[in-house]
């Protein structure tokens, strides 16, 4: 999954304003391996929803923090020092602006996302970290 920085800032937001938009139906018309949807904005920041199965690359964004909320299957955030954040259904984490992190979809996760809207997102090298267990 080789998602380019422009692609994830100008994804563009899919629903305006008060329009009902059924979260779950969106999630299950994804078929492909990785998708990340801006479903709306919210004042300087968006709503995404994103479906993948897979880990995305080591990454940071320089000046927005990011609010995860796992609605299907079980999401890992790798970070930098080692450690490791396992999400499940319902259940959240900020993880702030500058934290270099990755994402990895343990099976098919479907989760949603706040942060600003076209946040910068800079990709990194693997950290160097032998106590990092990597992927699954």
Excluded at 10 to 19: D, I, K, Q, S, T
Excluded at 37 to 64: M, Q, T
Excluded at 112 to 129: D, I, K, R, S
Aim: net charge negative; aromatic share 8%; glycine share 6%.
């Amino acid at each position: 999954m080789d998602i380019s920085a422009d692609a994830y800032m100008n994804e563009p937001v899919r629903y305006p304003a008060l329009h009902v938009v059924d979260l779950e139906t969106e999630g299950a018309k994804v078929t492909d391996s990785y998708r990340n949807i801006v479903i709306n904005r919210v004042n300087s920041s968006c709503l995404r929803l994103a479906v993948f199965d897979g880990e995305y690359r080591w990454h940071y964004h320089p000046k927005s923090d990011e609010l995860f909320i796992v609605v299907d299957g079980c999401l890992v955030i790798d970070l930098e020092n080692g450690s490791e954040l396992c999400l499940h259904p319902w259940q959240s984490v900020t993880i702030p602006a500058m934290t270099v992190h990755r994402t990895r979809a343990i099976g098919r996760t479907v989760n949603l996302c706040f942060e600003e809207l076209a946040a910068e997102t800079v990709f990194v090298e693997q950290p160097a970290n032998p106590g990092h267990r990597g992927s699954r």
